[in-house]
């Protein structure tokens, strides 16, 4: 039912690309009514994998700890500076 189409070949009757595959540097087709099903499919999918991580901390602890020593050394700096403005 699928069929991979390479460089320079032509489509078969009664097929429609559905989507590029860079992994197999081919076009891959389906039979039309199952063309768009395919498209879908791979657009919701796009955009699952995009949203699904939304809601979630993403940071890494190297992030987090680059941050706390960044706010401690302000912290400290503000500290320093501020001596003498008594």
């Not at 009664?14 to 076009?27: H, M, P, Q, T």
């Not at 020593?69 to 003498?84: H, P, S």
Request: with cysteine; hydrophobic share 40%; net charge positive.
């Amino acid at each position: 039912m699928r069929k991979l189409i390479g460089e320079g070949q032509h489509i078969p009757w009664w097929y429609g690309i559905a989507y590029r595959s860079f992994d197999l540097d081919a076009k891959v087709a389906y039979p039309v009514p199952f063309h768009w099903l395919a498209k879908l499919h791979l657009h919701v999918c796009g955009h699952w994998r995009k949203f699904k991580n939304l809601g979630r901390n993403t940071r890494t602890q190297f992030e987090k700890e680059a941050l706390k020593a960044y706010r401690q050394g302000l912290e400290a700096g503000l500290k320093v500076g501020a001596y003498g403005r008594k």
